[in-house]
């Protein structure tokens, strides 16, 4: 790569209209998470917007360095709010590269890379289907949530039970 010098970058635009979450609300807020956004910028911006009930769904999009920022925004959002409904889904986005050739007979390179971008609902008012892939709701039940068995009279004595009696010697 010493024969080459970095050139420019060609990234395909995010729009609205290309957002994966199926059924999105009209009037919907959408805060585009960059590495460089302060965190409090995009937090104040958003809890406005929504204390003057001028959108009741916010759509948190990172890409790249940005999606754990994104993620941090929209579970602070979530908690400040008491935000009920979560949509998640994963895309990428598509980078081309181009590399200039520093010496003559050689081609210029095209490097073409996948980011990784998420994009998080979140919704005061119900979403329309609630089984798609990436929903989550606030009074749901959690995964680590177990159902109570029939049979909880046998768990509770087996737990109380030793695993091993000793013998005294």
């Excluded at 050139?7 to 609300?25: A, C, Q, T, Y």
Aim: proline share 4%.
């Amino acid at each position: 790569m010493e024969n080459y010098s970095k050139g420019k970058n060609v990234e395909e635009e995010l729009e609205r209209s290309k957002i994966p979450i199926k059924d999105l609300p009209e009037n919907f807020l959408w805060m585009q998470v960059k590495g460089g956004s302060k965190m409090s910028n995009l937090l104040s911006h958003a809890a406005g917007i929504l204390e003057d009930k001028a959108a009741t769904a916010v759509v948190w999009t990172g890409a790249g360095v940005a999606i754990s920022k994104a993620i941090s925004c929209a579970e602070i959002l979530k908690r400040q709010f008491s935000i009920e409904h979560q949509v998640t889904k994963l895309t990428y986005k598509t980078v081309e590269e181009y590399w200039e050739p520093k010496i003559d007979g050689l081609e210029t390179l095209v490097v073409k890379r996948q980011i990784p971008i998420i994009h998080i609902l979140l919704s005061v008012d119900a979403v329309p289907d609630t089984n798609q892939v990436g929903y989550q709701s606030l009074n749901g039940k959690k995964f680590w949530q177990k159902e109570q068995s029939s049979n909880s009279k046998h768990n509770q004595s087996h737990k109380n039970k030793k695993p091993f009696k000793h013998k005294k010697t």
